[in-house]
């Protein structure tokens, strides 16, 4: 006779809710902590702004067009998202995987895929609130005039820009399962050079076509190149490539790079799985 | 007290570097801050149409070059308290041992200045070799240029033991401290711009800085014509300088002296010295 020791408790959510609710789950902790922990406003906003104008005046010393100073604070704000892929996406499972969590996320029944997205969203959330600050508080300490071209166009350009990072995202989290802190130096080592590869703080154009071809693998690049031809006069003038082929490239990238993520997660859990390494700590 | 410096250098050198095949650690050590001095250049030939001989050149190149200095030194002491305490759970290890721990933090310090002397070197010969930057070894003044260059390593490491005494206290963020804090002083020092720039309420916070009179004689015991090209500290002549760094060297010394002390305290009296925070 069954007892009731015995007795399996059947799961109260499962499939898309279950998805959902994991989702939701592991995008919490990402928005509650804006509000318990307030010291994000100086380590978030406040420091990577100081280090916004220091970029700011080298343009200033040098008698750059005013444009130009528009571009770096628009840099300054997207490349919030871009460290935010970086540390809180793909270097969030080794240290999931160093404070004990992703042993749990594996055994618990639901999927990875959602923690990655409620990682992501959350993420996203997050550092939109970071990243508008910057760009608001930059623009009024030096008054850059923005000419906005079109707005749906623009909204376009940032919602696939951000679909793509964090699909990218998404997809580093999945391959450095396998890492060890060798993760930690290539996340360090991804900042600088995709700072100056993508014109972060420069347009793109200034980069022959081939090498700024190369560099629109990072979905920063062409979202800094598209937003700038769209919110100053002469963005158009000093753009890599036609806005609309920019956003369909976007579009191309965000959907290779989920499909990507989902595949890679998929094969390298089991490989992680399989050389047990999803306990080990190797810090 | 000097086998605790001695032990911590090593102990730093291979955490900086056994990551990787030397060859991997090498590439990194390349890539890195080539790529972060590349987007000045890239700014500054933008705008300038490429005019790289000129002093304007000089001066934020070498400015950029040593300031890397201040981040791997400051930040690294900082971070090494975060990584002790909270990732390999040795802090209170270190703290058992008959070690120094001032001396250990400073030993760590060391080898990041030794990992970032390396980058240092490749960033300037890079730009002697591809970006006319006018660096001549025959006409650097190699006396000033290593007291400058001792005492801008002494006064980073005061700075970064303030820095690391402040992480034992801190569980929020203390892993960004040490960055955020050498972020901000590129701004206010004049790393790459002359203060003149900035405006005039904020030139007061870079004067302060000791690490802008240290970049202003590093910059001028190698290209001696930006002394005269900036008006920022022409009225100080080099002894004056030296004399001006060492004396902030050594009240920074105390600061971190008396730093260390308090915070030493209160983490011993708040059980904070093997806190693991997974922050």
Same mark, same amino acid.
């Given at each position: 006779?069954?007892?009731?020791?015995?007795?399996?408790?059947?799961?109260?959510?499962?499939?898309?809710?279950?998805?959902?609710?994991?989702?939701?789950?592991?995008?919490?902790?990402?928005?509650?902590?804006?509000?318990?922990?307030?010291?994000?406003?100086?380590?978030?906003?406040?420091?990577?702004?100081?280090?916004?104008?220091?970029?700011?005046?080298?343009?200033?010393?040098?008698?750059?067009?005013?444009?130009?100073?528009?571009?770096?604070?628009?840099?300054?704000?997207?490349?919030?998202?871009?460290?935010?892929?970086?540390?809180?996406?793909?270097?969030?499972?080794?240290?999931?995987?160093?404070?004990?969590?992703?042993?749990?996320?594996?055994?618990?029944?639901?999927?990875?895929?959602?923690?990655?997205?409620?990682?992501?969203?959350?993420?996203?959330?997050?550092?939109?609130?970071?990243?508008?600050?910057?760009?608001?508080?930059?623009?009024?300490?030096?008054?850059?005039?923005?000419?906005?071209?079109?707005?749906?166009?623009?909204?376009?350009?940032?919602?696939?820009?951000?679909?793509?990072?964090?699909?990218?995202?998404?997809?580093?989290?999945?391959?450095?399962?396998?890492?060890?802190?060798?993760?930690?130096?290539?996340?360090?080592?991804?900042?600088?050079?995709?700072?100056?590869?993508?014109?972060?703080?420069?347009?793109?154009?200034?980069?022959?076509?081939?090498?700024?071809?190369?560099?629109?693998?990072?979905?920063?690049?062409?979202?800094?190149?598209?937003?700038?031809?769209?919110?100053?006069?002469?963005?158009?003038?000093?753009?890599?490539?036609?806005?609309?082929?920019?956003?369909?490239?976007?579009?191309?990238?965000?959907?290779?790079?989920?499909?990507?993520?989902?595949?890679?997660?998929?094969?390298?859990?089991?490989?992680?799985?399989?050389?047990?390494?999803?306990?080990?700590?190797?810090? | 007290?000097?086998?605790?410096?001695?032990?911590?250098?090593?102990?730093?050198?291979?955490?900086?570097? #056994?990551?990787?095949?030397?060859?991997?650690?090498?590439?990194?050590?390349?890539?890195?801050?080539?790529?972060?001095?590349? &987007?000045?250049?890239?700014?500054?030939?933008?705008?300038?149409?490429? #005019?790289?001989?000129?002093?304007?050149?000089?001066?934020?190149? &070498?400015?950029?070059?040593?300031?890397?200095?201040?981040?791997?030194?400051?930040?690294?002491?900082?971070?090494?308290?975060?990584?002790?305490?909270?990732?390999?759970?040795?802090?209170?290890?270190?703290?058992?041992?008959?070690? #120094?721990?001032?001396?250990?933090?400073?030993?760590?310090?060391?080898?990041?200045?030794?990992?970032?002397?390396?980058?240092?070197?490749?960033? &300037?010969?890079?730009?002697?070799?591809?970006?006319?930057?006018?660096?001549?070894?025959?006409?650097?003044?190699?006396?000033?240029?290593?007291?400058?260059?001792?005492?801008? &390593?002494?006064?980073?490491?005061?700075?970064?033991?303030?820095?690391?005494?402040?992480?034992?206290?801190?569980?929020?963020?203390?892993?960004?401290?040490?960055?955020?804090?050498?972020?901000?002083?590129?701004?206010?020092?004049?790393?790459?711009?002359?203060?003149?720039?900035?405006?005039?309420?904020?030139?007061?916070?870079?004067?302060?800085?000791?690490?802008?009179?240290?970049?202003?004689?590093?910059?001028?015991?190698?290209?001696?014509?930006?002394?005269?090209?900036?008006?920022?500290?022409?009225?100080?002549?080099?002894?004056?300088?030296?004399?001006?760094? =060492?004396?902030?060297?050594?009240?920074?010394?105390?600061?971190?002296?008396?730093?260390?002390?308090?915070?030493?305290?209160? =983490?011993?009296?708040?059980?904070?010295?093997?806190?693991?925070? #997974?922050?």
């Amino acid at each position: 006779m069954e007892s009731n020791r015995d007795r399996v408790t059947p799961l109260r959510h499962s499939g898309w809710r279950l998805f959902a609710r994991t989702v939701m789950a592991r995008a919490y902790p990402r928005l509650i902590m804006n509000v318990r922990e307030k010291w994000w406003v100086v380590f978030d906003i406040v420091l990577p702004l100081v280090g916004v104008c220091a970029y700011v005046f080298v343009y200033r010393a040098n008698h750059a067009p005013a444009d130009l100073i528009g571009f770096v604070i628009i840099g300054g704000a997207m490349s919030a998202y871009w460290m935010n892929v970086l540390w809180a996406m793909g270097n969030q499972l080794f240290w999931e995987k160093e404070t004990g969590n992703l042993a749990l996320y594996i055994m618990a029944p639901s999927s990875m895929m959602a923690i990655l997205l409620g990682m992501a969203l959350g993420g996203m959330v997050t550092t939109t609130l970071r990243a508008a600050s910057i760009l608001v508080i930059g623009s009024l300490l030096f008054d850059v005039r923005f000419t906005i071209a079109s707005v749906p166009l623009l909204a376009a350009v940032f919602v696939l820009a951000l679909v793509a990072l964090y699909g990218m995202g998404m997809m580093f989290a999945s391959m450095f399962l396998l890492l060890g802190r060798e993760g930690w130096h290539l996340v360090n080592l991804a900042q600088e050079p995709v700072f100056l590869i993508s014109g972060t703080f420069f347009p793109i154009r200034s980069f022959n076509f081939w090498v700024a071809a190369g560099a629109s693998i990072v979905p920063l690049t062409l979202a800094l190149d598209a937003i700038r031809q769209l919110s100053f006069s002469t963005g158009a003038e000093l753009g890599f490539l036609d806005v609309r082929t920019e956003v369909m490239a976007l579009a191309g990238l965000g959907v290779a790079f989920l499909v990507a993520a989902r595949h890679l997660l998929h094969q390298l859990e089991r490989l992680a799985v399989a050389e047990g390494r999803l306990t080990e700590s190797r810090a | 007290m000097w086998t605790s410096l001695r032990t911590a250098t090593w102990l730093g050198w291979q955490i900086e570097s #056994n990551w990787a095949s030397p060859a991997l650690f090498a590439l990194y050590s390349i890539i890195k801050p080539l790529t972060s001095a590349a &987007i000045l250049v890239v700014m500054f030939g933008m705008v300038t149409q490429g #005019n790289f001989g000129s002093t304007a050149f000089s001066y934020m190149y &070498i400015g950029n070059a040593f300031y890397m200095y201040v981040g791997a030194v400051m930040a690294g002491m900082a971070q090494a308290v975060v990584d002790d305490r909270e990732r390999f759970r040795t802090l209170k290890s270190m703290y058992v041992a008959p070690v #120094n721990i001032p001396m250990y933090l400073v030993g760590r310090g060391v080898a990041r200045f030794l990992t970032t002397t390396l980058s240092v070197a490749i960033t &300037i010969a890079f730009g002697v070799a591809f970006l006319q930057l006018q660096v001549s070894p025959s006409e650097v003044r190699w006396g000033t240029f290593l007291m400058a260059l001792s005492l801008g &390593i002494a006064l980073l490491a005061t700075m970064g033991l303030t820095l690391a005494s402040i992480v034992l206290v801190i569980a929020h963020n203390s892993w960004l401290v040490g960055e955020a804090v050498a972020a901000a002083l590129f701004l206010f020092c004049g790393a790459v711009f002359p203060l003149e720039v900035l405006p005039w309420w904020v030139r007061p916070v870079g004067y302060l800085m000791p690490v802008t009179y240290w970049l202003e004689l590093v910059r001028r015991s190698l290209v001696g014509r930006v002394a005269t090209e900036y008006p920022t500290l022409a009225a100080f002549s080099d002894l004056q300088l030296v004399v001006l760094l =060492a004396m902030l060297t050594v009240a920074f010394g105390a600061i971190a002296a008396a730093t260390f002390c308090r915070c030493d305290r209160l =983490a011993r009296e708040r059980g904070l010295i093997d806190r693991t925070t #997974n922050y």
